[in-house]
């Protein structure tokens, strides 16, 4: 079986973490499918660990010439289907599509423009009707789907990624050291991250959980780490609290930053899947996270569970686990065992499941897709 793979959106933000690893997942646990990634020449894909056959493409992924390249590379590479792991999906391809569907934010929050976030949604649409199978990052999400845009349970399959390999516990001296001379940073701390898309992020809800843990007597350096524009609504949390916000670090930096914390706060009111919630699960980290969206799911017994928005229940939760180091480690180890739940490998064999199935339906006239049929 053929398979093309729109590589063009990895970077270090959910949906990137999720094409690489991917990417890496099927080319190691099933060698023998004909994956084909189309990637851009700036932006490869790391190490995946096996040769892969690769398609440089240059047109610009908003727009119609790009469509256009991808429609004419399914043709060209004579694919059985092909898999675009955002919403945007090439409508022309002459195969079967599959698309994954991270989120439904656009539906249920205010997250753009007017005109942006119409547009958005339309793009959504457009992928679902196109799309022969619809990949969902959790049970959730698959909910969502059905709920919102009414799609029918049989054409969905709810796949859960894991976290990448190098998000791994065992804290040493050596990178408290190196996050010393590097940031600043001083153990213990308590750590949460900042957004660009702040809105559902609650970034002001974990402030005010680290000042309310303060209050009752916990100490601790609190640390940011992530986009400042997610701390433009949180102007009087971080005068009071004066965190150590450090702004984007290296990815590489990440992994370390989790395990070396003694809690990680997760305050979000949605989220399709929470990979920081995971992530910090399998670096070692005690996790204290909302139950927005999916993260009650995903965390299972792996973490200390608020209610959203709930700042004081969720300082209490900071403070019990400072102060109490036996049940800290409780729930490191209970992470740690949650995380390891979630195995790329089964990912990649679910995942070649969902080609096997899209393979055998027909592609929809471009008339369906766009609602033109019968006019």
């Known amino acids: 079986m053929r398979v093309g793979f729109d590589g063009r959106w990895y970077n270090h933000s959910g949906v990137g973490i999720y094409v690489y690893g991917l990417a890496r997942a099927m080319r190691e646990y099933v060698p023998d499918l004909d994956f084909i990634i189309y990637e851009y020449e700036d932006n490869p894909l790391p190490d995946l660990g096996r040769p ?27 694919l059985d289907v092909f898999h675009a792991p955002f919403y945007l999906v090439p409508v022309l391809a002459s195969c079967p599509i599959i698309v994954t569907i991270h989120d439904l934010m656009p539906f249920l929050f205010r997250i753009y423009s007017w005109p942006h976030q119409m547009i958005v949604k339309m793009g959504y649409r457009m992928a679902a009707k196109r799309a022969a199978r619809i990949i969902a990052v959790s049970r959730h999400s698959a909910g969502d789907l059905q709920r919102i845009m009414h799609i029918p349970a049989e054409r969905i399959s709810a796949i859960s990624h894991g976290p990448l390999h190098s998000f791994t516990p065992g804290a040493t001296p050596s990178e408290q050291l190196y996050l010393a001379e590097r940031y600043g940073i001083k153990t213990p701390y308590v750590l949460t991250l900042s957004f660009t898309n702040w809105k559902t992020k609650n970034v002001d809800v974990a402030l005010k959980a680290m000042l309310a843990a303060a209050q009752m007597g916990a100490a601790f350096q609190p640390v940011v780490v992530g986009a400042a524009i997610g701390l433009a609504n949180c102007a009087e949390e ?54 927005g969206g999916s993260l009650p799911e995903v965390a299972g017994p792996g973490a200390v569970l608020v209610p959203t928005g709930d700042a004081d229940a969720m300082g209490s939760a900071i403070y019990r686990l400072l102060s109490d180091d036996a049940e800290r480690r409780r729930v490191r180890c209970s992470g740690i065992r949650r995380a390891e739940q979630f195995s790329w490998r089964e990912v990649a ?18 008339s369906d897709v766009l609602g033109l049929k019968g006019a």
């Open 349 to 366: 064999y679910q995942t070649r499941a969902v080609y096997e199935a899209a393979r055998r339906q027909r592609v929809l006239p471009l």
């Open 52 to 78: 892969y056959e690769r398609r440089i493409v240059k047109k610009p992924k908003y727009s119609v010439a790009g469509q256009l390249e991808i429609a004419g590379c399914c043709k060209h590479d004579k």
């Open 238 to 291: 971080v005068s009071r609290l004066k965190p150590l916000v450090t702004g984007y670090v290296p990815f590489d930096d990440l992994p370390m930053l989790y395990r070396n914390a003694a809690v990680f706060v997760c305050a979000s009111a949605y989220e399709g899947l929470g990979m920081p919630v995971l992530e910090a699960m399998a670096s070692g980290c005690a996790v204290v996270t909302s139950s």
